[in-house]
Structure formats: structure tokens, C-alpha cells
């Protein structure tokens, strides 16, 4: 765990989140297959973009 530490886990909690809201959406297939790969890339970059452009969930 002293590995992985605090940061890391928060960090993997946001991803899974993000991870989530991505299958949650309204997008198509391929764009959420997209979307999953830009955030496992880029998980800071790819979770901002997402906030800010990406398709809102249908729950909202």
C-alpha cells in the first residue's frame, strides 16, 4: 500500500469514476471506446476533456 499511496488512490477513484460516467452517457459505442482510451492515456487531461466537452450522462 506505502507504494500506491494516497494520491494514487484518489487518483484511481477518480479514473473509476470517470471510467463510469463515460459507460453512463448518451455517446455512441465507438465515441465511449474513445473516450476510455484518451482517459487511460491521459488520465488527467483525458478527465479535464471530459468534464468539459465530453457527453453528460443521462442520470443528470
Known amino acids: ?6 494520491f494514487g ?3 484511481l ?3 473509476v469514476y470517470a471510467f463510469m460516467q463515460i459507460f ?3 455517446a ?3 465515441k465511449k471506446v474513445l ?7 491521459f488520465p488527467v487531461v483525458g478527465i479535464i ?9 443521462t442520470r443528470r
Open 1 to 6: 500500500m506505502d507504494e500506491l499511496g494516497v
Open 9 to 11: 488512490i484518489i487518483h
Open 13 to 15: 477513484a477518480i479514473v
Open 24 to 26: 453512463g452517457s448518451t
Open 28 to 30: 455512441s459505442r465507438g
Open 35 to 41: 473516450w476510455v482510451i484518451i482517459v487511460a492515456i
Open 49 to 57: 476533456a471530459w468534464y468539459f466537452i465530453g457527453p453528460k450522462s
